[in-house]
């Protein structure tokens, strides 16, 4: 029979590494909407396991202001392989409808922990689209 043997080191050590939640980032190098649809691509750094824990995270593009201009998207950091190519997610999101969106205006991913909701990061994007989406084909 196998034997495992387990060391919980003190909080104070240097050599203990608490437990943190899968980090999700965004790879997608286009910066810039041309169409009411559109997608990002997420990469989990770590494959969960041990001390690297599962995370929920909710997604959404906001204006300068903080107001959502898109559907909100989630997507679990909760993926154990270690081939990093699987770890990619594309999670697609839909411009609101009936919304001007005025070309040289910065907008934002905002990535939020779902269980605390504090900002895991925000990049800037721009919206260059030839018209608005005027239609909400309940999407």
């Not at 929920?56 to 204006?63: A, V």
């Not at 839909?94 to 905002?110: D, N, Q």
Request: charged letters at 30%; proline letters at 6%; a negative charge.
């Amino acid at each position: 029979m196998p034997v495992i043997e387990l060391r919980n080191r003190n909080a104070k050590s240097k050599a203990r590494v608490e437990q943190e939640k899968a980090v999700m980032s965004l790879v997608s190098t286009k910066r810039r909407i041309t169409s009411s649809m559109f997608h990002v691509d997420l990469f989990q750094k770590e494959p969960v396991s041990g001390k690297v824990l599962p995370a929920e995270y909710e997604l959404c593009l906001t204006d300068g202001s903080g107001n959502p201009v898109t559907d909100m998207q989630k997507t679990h950091a909760d993926m154990t392989t270690i081939d990093e190519r699987a770890r990619v997610s594309r999670p697609m999101f839909t411009l609101k409808a009936g919304v001007e969106y005025p070309p040289g205006e910065r907008y934002y991913i905002v990535c939020r922990d779902k269980e605390t909701d504090d900002i895991a990061w925000k990049e800037e994007f721009t919206i260059d689209m030839a018209f608005a989406p005027t239609i909400d084909f309940g999407l």
